[in-house]
T-cell receptor, first 114, second 119 residues
């Protein structure tokens, strides 16, 4: 079974540009989560999809961040326009409906905004 | 407010010695607790969890953790450390204020503890 995959693994962009991160969850997992870790700090929750619906987006920092999950499969997280403080590692995780509580994480996308 | 604290930024142990990585939590109600490990250039990998039942839970790679309700702690332990255990360890608790029922719900993480095991 393939794990959670994320693309790209690294992205370096200039302030004001747009970046789109992609996450492919484990096949069949209804729950998809986005998290972010700013250097040396906690991993912070951003939002949670159940299939294609946003269950909880309370962690999204502002309206420069837009997440979608088309057809309940892969998800994208767009940052537009990017700011310096958006730099960090963005993790995606998935879990099955009715599962055993743990979430399965992807390798992360390291975003650097210069 | 709900939170997880990992008081040590780094833990250094010699190979073969026991190791402990500390974690304390603050959460509403009964906690669901997790440990994850991140090896260099890899994603977070699930190690073990406490949901209910026996306070001592065993997980992958010989790790175990003890849930202590009175001390609100969930320390990660291993009797004999290996050099290959060197990694970044994260403690997490399920956010009980966003409880949709079932097994869904986001996690609240600590800052992480870097474990360094020397030969």
């Amino acid at each position: 079974e393939a794990g959670v995959t994320q693309f790209p693994s690294h992205s370096v962009i200039e302030k004001g540009q747009t970046v789109t991160l992609r996450c492919d969850p484990i096949s069949g997992h209804d729950n998809l989560y986005w998290y972010r870790r700013v250097m040396g700090k906690e991993i912070k929750f951003l939002l949670h999809f159940v299939k294609e619906s946003k269950q909880d987006e309370s962690g999204m920092p502002n309206n420069r961040f837009l997440a979608e999950r088309t057809g309940g499969t892969y998800s994208t997280l767009k940052v537009q326009p990017a700011e310096l403080e958006d730099s960090g590692v963005y993790f995606c995780a998935s879990s099955p409906r009715g599962g055993t509580y743990e979430q399965y994480f992807g390798p992360g996308t390291r975003l650097t905004v210069t | 407010a709900q939170s997880v604290a990992q008081p040590e930024d780094q833990v250094n142990v010699a190979e073969g010695n026991p190791l402990t990585v500390k974690c304390t939590y603050s959460v509403s109600g009964n906690p669901y607790l997790f440990w994850y490990v991140q090896y260099p250039n890899r994603g977070l990998q699930f190690l073990l969890k406490y949901i209910t039942g026996d306070n001592l839970v065993k997980g992958s790679y010989g790790f175990e953790a003890e849930f202590n309700k009175s001390q609100t702690s969930f320390h990660l332990k291993k009797p004999s450390a290996l050099v290959s255990d060197s990694a970044l360890y994260f403690c997490a608790v399920r956010d009980m204020l966003q409880d949709y029922g079932g097994s869904q719900g986001n996690l609240i993480f600590g800052k992480g503890t870097k474990l360094s095991v020397k030969p």
